[in-house]
């Protein structure tokens, strides 16, 4: 299918699948609070995304999907064992406002909120976390106890000397909980001895318009990647009424699944090539001002029917956004084993969507790897068994002695 650039658009409001108040009841602040920190992170992630993407050669990429729901799950199961500076730059990046006591309380009640919101007649909405601690990594009981408590009971050492088994244990995982959208999450050689941890999230959606589009209406339409280019498209077609917005920057159409409850938004600019402009005004203020705008209306609806497949590493996008202490060896994860060390070393995310007449099935998983720090802690070398030794001038490679010991006793 050929490259086209509507759904960087679409993204813009497609922070997506989140289109609703939390319902009335105990936790609805905090909830209401991490929900709306997951927006912040969105943005944020969103625009370091937009600007690597804009330093990429011309004619690649232009398409841009991912999950900031995902990414900022993990990232927050990495933070609980981060301390001073390391938590509060992650905090902020992640655009957390509550203290971090009532972080992980915020999220898991976000988590079900969620997860009861996606269960209704015709959708789903699943969530999964993981930890994957190497063999012998000893984390500490409030780590482990706060992970389970708030994260999920899923807990598994690995060995990660034995990279390609952990590597597709951890994979095997990824598809498993997004029904096999998301594959190889972790490439070759990411993991090696020194990776520490892995954390993981895993998010799967199917939701079913509430107003689906008749497949006898699609037909080809033309598109325009830019104002010069002109391809041809499946574009879907509806007349009804939706949500919709109007004003000088362009429109705003959210599409309801089935309950109600969550929705795509998508933003359109009134340009053609207008959305580089879009993308720089957009902000949780001016995004708020787009869905207040919303009012139902007959619309006659063409919409593109795409499958969008990506991945990324978020390491630069996440130093860029403010969070550099923590992918930096001298990052305090003191909460994790007790003792400073371990940093994360890469942030890996894939995302998978496909719109179509009947409704939308979208995934994504994300890993956080977390490595031991040099120097940090010491590796371990105890001779207690029979050795080889030998002087050697460094210089030239010359050895000038050369034996090995078997009976100390008998030096």
Known sequence: MPRFSPVPAALAGLILLLASACPAGAGQAEAAAAARSSSLFALNLYRQLVEIEARQPAGEGGNLFFSPYSAATALAMAMAGARGQTAAQMASVLGFSLPQAEIHPALAELAARLEAAGSGQGQELALANAVWPKVGLELTPEYLSLIRTHYGQEVQQLDFCDEPRARQTINDWAAGKTRNRIQDLIAPRMLDCQTTLVLTNAIYFLGKWADA????????????PRPEEEIEIPFMHLEERFPFGEGPAGQALELPYLGQRLAMVILLPRQKDGLGDLEKSLSPESLADWLAGLRTQEVM???????????YLLRDSLRAAG??????????????T???GPYIDQVVHQ?????????????AATAVIITKSAPGEPAVFRADHPFLLLIRDRQTGAILFLGRLCRPELS
């Open 213 to 224: 589009f008749d497949p006898a209406a699609t037909r080809p339409g033309p598109f325009r």
């Open 301 to 311: 609806v063409s919409l593109p029917r795409f499958k969008l497949k990506t991945s």
């Open 323 to 336: 969070m550099t202490e923590a992918l930096s060896p001298g990052a305090d994860f003191s909460g994790l």
């Open 338 to 340: 007790g003792r400073p």
């Open 351 to 363: 995302a998978w969507i496909e719109v179509e007449e009947s409704g939308t099935e979208a995934a």
